[in-house]
C-alpha cells in the first residue's frame, strides 16, 4: 500500500449511518464482561499482542520497561511480563515495540474545531490519526450556525465513517450571544440541545460562550447546562479574562473547563474555583509557552490540567502535527515528557468523563500508539479500538465514504454585491476626519484590544491614515438582510488589497479586511460567486482563493489537496504584507463578539464585556 493512502470501503448516504468502525463508548452486558474476563485469562486468544515495549504508564507517572500487552475484542486485557504464548491464537498479530522508545496511551484533544482544519470529519481524521490522535472532542458550533442542527447532524452521521472516536459537543451558543450583536444563519433552542444530547456522539453541551447570560442566570441557559448535566454528560467552558465578579457565578453553573486562559493569573483563578484549564496550542493563539510556567516556576498539581488545539488549520496539521505537535512544544518548555503525556491522555479523558479511554489498563479500549522516539513524539504505530490502524507511514483498512446534501453546499444568500463605498464608514460631507475606534488585533492571541486612532475623511467617509490600518465589514451572507458592519482593524500588517472570506467566528456572515475597499469588493464578489472560502485581491485582480463549498467552512477534499490550496492563497497573502503565521484565523475571530474587548460584525462595533453595539466614531473633525 502506498503510504497514506486510503480505501474507501463504503459510502455512506445523509439519512443512512455508516458501520462504525471504532466503538466509541463500552455499553457492558453479562456476556461482554464475562468474555473480557475469560480473555484476561487466556481462554479467550488474543486479537493483538504489543510484545516488548516501554509503556509509559500515566496512572503511576513512570515508565515499565519490557511489558507485554494484549487486546481481545478492542480492549487491554493483560499487561505486563506474562508468557505470551498463552494468549495467542492462530490468527494473533504480534507487534513487536522492542525496538521503539515508548509505547503510550492514545492521545485525546478534549476541545477542536473540526471546521478551522477546513477540513471535514474525515479529512481531520486522516490528518490526525497518524499523528497519534485517537480521540477528540469537538464543537461544531461553526457548521451549527450555519446549518443548526441538521449541520451537527451530518458531521455526527460522518463520525462514524471513520476509525477514530469523534466525539461532538451540542453547540451551546447558536448564535454566540442572546444580545442580538449579530445576524446567525440558524438558531440551536434548547430543544435542539435536547435532541442532540442523546446521541452516544454528543459528548456534552459545547463551550458557553455566551457569559453575560450565564451570569445574569437566563433560564434558557441554565435549561441548556442542566440538561447536559442530567444525561451526565459535561457543560465545556468559554471564560476569556472574565473578572472574579463574573467567573465565580459563571464556574458555580457547574461549567468545569475553559481553554481561554491566556495569563497565568487568569488561569490560576480557574482552577482555583474548580474548573479544570485546558491549555490552548492551536494555529494562530498559542498560550502553551506562558502557561507551561504553571508547571515548570510555579510547579502546582497537574491533574486539572490537560492540551487542546481549539484552533488548527490543515498545513500545521500535515507539516507539524496535532497533539504530537503541542506534546512536543510542552517539552520544549520543560514540562516533563510524562507529565505531558497523562495531560494529553488520563487528564484530558477524565474531563470528558471517559472511563474507557486514557491509559493502557485492563477493560479500557486499546488505543495504544507506538513512538519510535519518545522526545519527539515520533509515531510508529497506531491502534484505535484494537484495531492496527496506521503503521509506518500507511493506513492499515479503509475509511467509509460520506456524502453532504445539496443544503450543505448552498449556503450563500446575500443581498447585493457591495459597492466599494459600502465598505467604509459614512460621515458629514463636511467631516475633515474623525477620531474612530479601531480594532487591535493581536497575531498569535485570540483577544483583541481598542485602539483610538484618526482617520482622515474624503467626500463624506473615512479613509485610512498613515500605517498599520486597513478596513474591516462584515457582511450578512445568511438571510439577504444587506446588513454590513464597518470599521477598521490594525496590526495586521497589510500593505495593499484586500481578502475576504467566509469563516468569520462564529455565524460565519462573509467578513472583508483590506487597503483598497475597490478590492475589498472585489474579493467580496468572487467569494460570492464560489460558494464560500476564501479569496485575495490585489489591484484588481484575484491573487488567491480556497474554495469550501460545505457551510462555506470546509472541503470534502482530501488533506493534501486543502493544504496546496491554503499554501497558496497565504503566498498570495504574504505579496499583500500579511506575513504572521495563519492571518485567515486572526481575521476570522474579528467578528466574533464574545471575546474580549472589541469586535465589528454585520450590525456594528460591539463592546463584549458589555454586550452592545456601540459607535465607532468617538469625535468629528471639521
Not at 327 to 351: C, F, K, W
Not at 390 to 414: C, D, K, L, Q
Request: aromatic share 6%; glycine share 10%.
Amino acid at each position: 500500500m502506498i503510504p497514506g493512502r486510503l480505501l474507501v470501503t463504503e459510502v455512506c448516504l445523509l439519512g443512512s449511518s455508516c458501520e462504525r468502525r471504532i466503538p466509541i463508548r463500552f455499553r457492558p452486558t453479562p456476556e461482554a464482561l464475562r468474555n473480557l474476563v475469560m480473555a484476561a485469562k487466556g481462554e479467550l486468544k488474543s486479537d493483538i499482542i504489543v510484545k516488548g515495549g516501554d509503556l509509559v504508564d500515566v496512572i503511576l507517572g513512570d515508565i515499565r520497561e519490557r511489558v507485554n500487552i494484549a487486546v481481545w475484542g478492542g480492549h487491554v486485557v493483560r499487561i505486563g511480563y506474562f508468557d505470551i504464548d498463552k494468549y495467542r491464537g492462530d490468527n494473533t498479530l504480534i507487534i513487536d515495540a522492542s525496538s521503539a522508545e515508548a509505547v503510550v496511551p492514545g492521545f485525546i484533544d478534549p476541545h477542536v474545531h473540526i471546521e478551522s482544519s477546513l477540513l471535514t470529519p474525515t479529512g481531520f481524521a486522516k490528518a490526525v490519526i497518524p499523528h497519534g490522535t485517537t480521540t477528540v472532542a469537538a464543537d461544531p458550533h461553526e457548521i451549527g450556525n450555519v446549518l443548526g442542527v441538521e449541520g451537527v447532524k451530518y458531521f455526527i452521521e460522518e463520525s462514524r465513517c471513520v476509525p477514530m472516536r469523534i466525539f461532538l459537543y451540542a453547540p451551546s451558543c447558536v448564535p454566540p450571544t442572546k444580545a442580538g450583536l449579530d445576524t446567525p444563519g440558524e438558531v440551536i433552542d434548547v430543544e435542539g440541545i435536547k435532541e442532540l444530547i442523546e446521541y452516544e456522539e454528543v459528548i456534552g453541551l459545547g463551550e458557553v460562550m455566551d457569559f453575560i447570560s450565564v451570569t445574569n442566570g437566563d433560564l434558557e441557559y441554565m435549561e441548556k447546562i442542566a440538561t447536559a448535566l442530567n444525561a451526565g454528560k459535561i457543560a465545556d467552558g468559554h471564560a476569556p479574562q472574565l473578572p472574579s465578579e463574573m467567573l465565580v457565578p459563571y464556574a458555580a453553573a457547574w461549567i468545569r473547563g475553559d481553554h481561554e486562559s491566556v495569563f497565568l493569573d487568569e488561569a490560576l483563578t480557574k482552577l482555583r474555583n474548580g474548573m479544570r484549564v485546558l491549555i490552548r496550542e492551536g494555529s494562530a493563539w498559542q498560550d502553551l509557552e506562558e502557561l507551561s510556567k504553571l508547571l515548570t516556576f510555579m510547579k502546582i498539581s497537574t491533574r486539572y490540567l490537560t492540551f487542546a488545539t481549539d484552533d488548527i488549520e490543515v498545513l500545521d496539521l500535515l507539516a507539524e502535527g496535532h497533539m504530537d505537535r503541542v506534546l512536543r512544544r510542552a517539552v520544549s518548555h520543560g514540562i516533563d515528557p510524562i507529565t505531558a503525556v497523562q495531560m494529553a491522555t488520563l487528564n484530558a479523558a477524565e474531563y470528558l468523563k471517559l472511563e474507557e479511554v486514557g491509559a493502557i489498563a485492563p477493560g479500557r479500549f486499546a488505543d495504544i500508539v507506538i513512538l519510535e522516539d519518545f522526545l519527539r513524539f515520533r509515531v510508529r504505530d497506531v491502534i484505535i479500538g484494537g484495531k492496527l490502524v496506521w503503521s509506518r507511514g500507511s493506513f492499515i483498512g479503509g475509511f467509509g465514504e460520506y456524502r453532504y446534501p445539496e443544503r450543505a453546499r448552498r449556503t450563500m444568500n446575500v443581498a447585493s454585491a457591495p459597492r466599494p463605498e459600502d465598505l467604509l464608514i459614512k460621515v458629514p460631507e463636511d467631516a475633515k476626519a474623525a477620531k474612530v475606534l479601531a480594532i487591535k488585533a493581536i497575531p498569535g492571541k485570540a483577544i483583541t484590544r481598542s485602539e483610538e486612532i484618526t482617520a482622515p475623511a474624503v467626500n463624506g467617509y473615512l479613509r485610512l491614515p498613515e500605517g498599520d490600518v486597513a478596513h474591516i465589514a462584515v457582511i450578512e451572507r445568511h438571510h439577504a438582510t444587506g446588513n454590513i458592519g464597518r470599521g477598521f482593524v490594525t496590526g495586521l500588517g497589510l500593505r495593499v488589497g484586500a481578502l475576504a472570506q467566509t469563516i468569520a467566528h462564529d455565524v460565519h456572515n462573509i467578513v472583508t479586511v483590506g487597503k483598497d475597499p475597490a478590492d475589498m469588493a472585489r474579493a467580496v464578489k468572487e467569494l460570492i460567486d464560489l460558494g464560500g472560502g476564501m479569496v485575495a485581491v490585489m489591484a484588481g485582480k484575484v491573487v488567491g482563493k480556497v474554495p469550501l463549498p460545505i457551510a462555506g467552512l470546509v472541503s470534502d477534499e482530501d488533506p493534501e489537496v486543502v493544504a496546496e490550496r491554503l499554501r497558496d492563497y497565504i503566498e498570495a497573502l504574504k505579496g499583500m504584507g500579511a506575513n504572521f503565521h495563519a492571518i485567515f484565523m486572526t481575521v476570522a475571530l474579528l467578528p466574533l463578539p464574545v471575546i474580549p474587548e472589541v469586535r465589528v460584525t454585520d450590525k456594528g462595533m460591539v463592546n463584549v464585556l458589555e454586550g452592545k453595539i456601540i459607535n465607532p466614531i468617538k469625535e468629528i473633525i471639521r
